[in-house]
Every structure is written in structure tokens, then in C-alpha cells.
């Protein structure tokens, strides 16, 4: 969580890789290049930051993936600050 905006993995969901991103209750998934796939953050803001988390962190964002779906850990991911 980060400037308000929730995100989370549900590796057991459908590929691609995806993650879920939550603000002022409004709803988006993006893939880990930043796409939107469906929903909206309802906030401009909101969506840059998100974005801009995904570019900082994508790397972290498909091992997590791949760790989640092999029933194993995840690291955490820090938040942007």
C-alpha cells in the first residue's frame, strides 16, 4: 500500500501476470508493464503512481508471481515513497 492505493497478487488467477489495484474503492488490474486490462482507478494520480511502482518494481512483481504460483513465499515489495 502506497498514497493510499492497495495492490495485490491472485497468482491463482489467469495469465498473464497481473495485479489488482485498489483506490478511494475503485478498482483496476494492470498487467506488470502498466497496461490497464480492465477497470479504472477513477484518479489520474492514482494511476501514474501505480505505473510508476510497476516500472520501478516489475522484475520483483514477476518473481513474486513466479514464486507464488510454485506454492512457495513471496518477498515483500517496497512501497513508493
Keep these: 500500500m502506497f498514497f493510499g492505493i492497495t495492490v495485490r497478487l491472485f497468482y491463482h488467477e489467469h495469465n498473464p501476470p497481473h495485479l489488482h489495484a485498489e483506490y478511494q474503492g475503485n478498482k483496476a488490474v494492470l498487467d506488470f508493464r502498466g497496461n490497464v486490462l480492465r477497470g479504472d482507478l477513477k484518479s489520474r494520480t492514482a494511476l501514474r503512481l501505480t505505473r510508476e511502482w510497476i516500472d520501478l518494481h516489475?522484475?520483483?512483481?514477476?518473481?513474486?508471481?513466479?514464486?507464488a504460483r510454485a506454492g512457495r513465499e513471496i518477498r515483500g515489495i517496497a512501497p513508493l515513497e
Design 58 to 67: 516489475a522484475a520483483e512483481l514477476n518473481e513474486d508471481w513466479e514464486l
